[in-house]
């Protein structure tokens, strides 16, 4: 088999959905690369600073609140080799994020330092095999090392670290599936978008360093707060908004009963 060429992917490739940028934009109160993140002393001085921004008591929905963004290259890392054919080097040392202080909020941005990209296999079964590396090398080398080491700084356990991201990425599936502006956009390359989501979920769990993989389960839903015609999908996990100035648990926090769903509801729909 013929060695994969490289070439320097286009930065209109970069869907506003994966919080990504090719260069660093202005104005951000503090950066770092995901390998400084990946120590001790990194995490804390970025981490220390977000929750600051955030008024977040401890460090722990700082990092809920990261991976919240972050969803956004775990997107990027299904979209690329999926529907470009294309494999960036999505690795700690190529990654770094932006933190802004907003006047009403935060935002993140990720920035890919090179642009250069695997181009992918001719032949489908080599390609399948190399969306599956792609994706191996991503979760077990870029993002367990990075989760492993915020849950030891914050105290925060790891499973509910990797619990932020599935959802997201199934929200991309959705849209793929049935978005009316990205469905059509995505419609040519909507197997191969099946099929990298179906691989992200049977990835060793060795990879993520747990027991199961944290993208294999099954969602449950729950009435939508305004429109009993549609259900929303509850959180894999707390995502710890509720721990912010002025915040309650989200809606569609699992750590919230059916009952106290019941009880918005009613309020909600008597206005």
Not at 134 to 146: D, I, M, W
Not at 200 to 222: A, Q, S, V
Request: aromatic fraction near 12%; proline fraction near 7%.
């Amino acid at each position: 088999m013929a060695e994969p060429s490289m070439i320097e992917f286009d930065k209109n490739l970069l869907l506003p959905q994966f919080y990504m940028s090719a260069e660093p934009l202005e104005g951000a109160e503090l950066s770092a690369s995901l390998a400084e993140l990946s120590t001790p002393k990194g995490a804390e001085s970025f981490l220390r600073v977000f929750a600051d921004v955030l008024r977040a008591p401890d460090l722990q929905a700082a990092v809920t609140y990261f991976c919240s963004w972050y969803s956004g290259v775990v997107t990027a890392s299904m979209y690329f080799p999926a529907a470009a054919g294309l494999r960036p080097e999505f690795s700690a040392a190529n990654l770094s994020v932006q933190l802004f202080r907003l006047e009403n909020g935060h935002s993140l941005n990720f920035v890919i330092g090179s642009r250069l990209a695997q181009t992918a296999p001719e032949d489908e079964a080599g390609r399948d095999e190399w969306m599956r590396e792609g994706l191996a090398f991503f979760y077990g080398q870029t993002c367990r090392p990075l989760f492993e080491n915020f849950a030891a700084l914050s105290g925060l356990a790891v499973g509910m670290i990797w619990a932020q991201l599935p959802g997201r990425a199934d929200y991309f599936a959705q849209m793929w599936r049935s978005h009316p502006q990205f469905g059509p956009m995505l419609a040519p390359h909507r197997d191969r978008l099946e099929k990298i989501y179906e691989q992200m979920k049977t990835l060793e769990p060795d990879l993520f360093g747990r027991k199961k993989n944290p993208f294999d389960l099954r969602f449950r839903y729950t009435p939508h707060l305004t429109d009993p015609t549609e259900q929303i999908q509850l959180r894999p996990s707390c995502c710890l908004y509720h721990m912010l100035p002025g915040a309650e648990y989200c809606y569609n926090c699992p750590k919230l009963s059916e009952q106290d769903r019941a009880k918005r509801r009613e309020q909600v729909r008597a206005q």
